[in-house]
């Protein structure tokens, strides 16, 4: 009986470890960039071909290896789906970050936006957030 009690109190020690580590003490961090030009206002500058009723560019990241990153935007767009209109943002759902801590995801656009500064957010799990705006013309 002694044993079995010696068991169960090594396990609860054990298993009442604290393992948890705040942000600060794993470095979470968050980079958002794109690549296309930045101008003097941090601004990225996208370059919106004419010829097409929509097009998507992207956003590039870097954090941690194997990390979830959310993505939303307060720009939407607008879509007609069997007589329903669907309002959804240029950039959504969420991306994982490879072994290295980089990844992307893309940010949907059509002609409407040229003239207009954008801007997305990206937040990992731990609530480590960034974000980027960019001007399409």
């Given at each position: 009986?002694?044993?079995?009690i010696?068991?169960?109190?090594?396990?609860?020690?054990?298993?009442?470890d604290?393992?948890?580590?705040?942000?600060?003490?794993?470095?979470?961090?968050?980079n958002?960039?794109?690549n296309?030009?930045?101008?003097?206002?941090?601004?990225?500058?996208?370059?919106?071909?004419?010829?097409?009723?929509?097009?998507?560019?992207?956003?590039?990241?870097?954090?941690?290896?194997?990390?979830?990153?959310f993505?939303?935007?307060?720009?939407?767009?607008?879509?007609?789906?069997?007589?329903?209109e669907?309002?959804?943002?240029?950039?959504?759902?969420?991306?994982y970050?490879?072994?290295?801590?980089?990844?992307?995801?893309?940010?949907?656009l059509?002609?409407?936006?040229?003239g207009d500064?954008?801007m997305?957010?990206?937040?990992?799990?731990?609530?480590?957030c960034?974000?980027?705006?960019f001007?399409?013309?």
């Amino acid at each position: 009986m002694n044993k079995l009690i010696l068991i169960f109190i090594s396990l609860l020690v054990i298993s009442c470890d604290d393992n948890f580590m705040s942000p600060q003490e794993t470095n979470d961090y968050l980079n958002l960039q794109m690549n296309t030009t930045l101008d003097n206002n941090g601004f990225y500058l996208i370059d919106y071909p004419d010829w097409e009723a929509h097009s998507y560019t992207s956003v590039q990241y870097e954090t941690l290896p194997y990390t979830r990153v959310f993505w939303t935007s307060e720009d939407t767009f607008t879509a007609e789906h069997w007589g329903q209109e669907i309002i959804e943002p240029i950039i959504n759902f969420s991306t994982y970050s490879d072994d290295d801590g980089l990844g992307q995801q893309m940010i949907y656009l059509y002609q409407d936006f040229i003239g207009d500064t954008l801007m997305v957010y990206g937040c990992t799990e731990n609530d480590i957030c960034s974000s980027l705006k960019f001007i399409v013309y």
